[in-house]
């Protein structure tokens, strides 16, 4: 079945360093990508998605592409501040429209001063 | 973005008891509504997918007898979990999405059965 896998928490890094979330699927069709973000306290955002391969997702200064021939979506971004510190999910969908969405496990970030 | 509330936010019951979750769109219909169930560490589960004034679509192992859903009005959906017991606890969150839309979540429902 579909399923996402991601990179293993929690991570922890210094403000202003550069961040990697790896994030692989698996899928029958020809699935949505989405990172979502989840502050203490709230409930689940989404940061960014991207519906095609090669699509590059961004907002916020964090970036993903879309890559089918890895089967990837990472999230990166190039410098990290402490209000960046939530927990994140990669997720995916295949199903066009009502978003039945299929999650990673999350992966709890950490940014210290 | 649009805003979803569930409610409680958390809720300690004793086993055997029944507990309700509310998740409410506050300022836009929701047609379609899904709920999830995360337990410690791992990933968000799909358990069942509603549309107002129908029944609830549950997955594959969900029990629909002990989860019961119902999705009312386009604004509020419910999940019971009935006779619960220590086994059920865990986080539970709601989604809500108007059409094609994007669909936006709750805060989530942390339910621990004593």
């Known amino acids: 079945g579909d399923s996402v896998t991601q990179m293993e928490g929690p991570v922890t890094l210094s403000e202003e360093a550069f961040l990697t979330i790896n994030c692989t699927y698996t899928a029958t069709g020809y699935p949505s990508l989405f990172w979502y973000v989840q502050y203490p306290g709230e409930g689940l955002q989404l940061l960014l998605k991207a519906t095609k391969a090669d699509d590059k997702g961004s907002n916020k200064g964090f970036e993903a592409t879309y890559r089918k021939e890895t089967t990837s979506f990472h999230l990166e971004k190039g410098s990290v501040q402490v209000s960046d510190s939530a927990v994140y999910f990669c997720a995916l969908s295949i199903v066009q429209g009502a978003q039945k969405l299929v999650f990673g496990q999350g992966t709890r970030l950490t940014i210290n001063p | 973005g649009a805003v979803v509330s569930q409610h409680p936010s958390w809720v300690i019951c004793k086993s055997g008891t029944s507990v309700k979750i509310e998740c409410r769109s506050l300022?836009?219909?929701?047609?379609?509504m899904f709920w999830y169930r995360q337990f410690p560490k791992q990933s968000l589960m799909l358990m069942a997918t509603s549309n107002e004034g129908s029944k609830a679509t549950y997955e594959q192992g969900v029990e629909k007898d002990k989860f019961l859903i119902n999705h009312a009005s386009l604004t509020l959906s419910t999940l019971t979990v009935t006779s619960a017991h220590p086994e059920d606890s865990s986080f539970y969150i709601c989604?809500?999405?108007?059409?094609?839309?994007?669909?936006?979540f709750g805060q989530g429902t942390r339910l621990t059965v004593v």
């Open positions: 300022d836009f219909q929701a047609t379609t």
């Open positions: 989604s809500a999405q108007f059409g094609v839309t994007e669909a936006f």
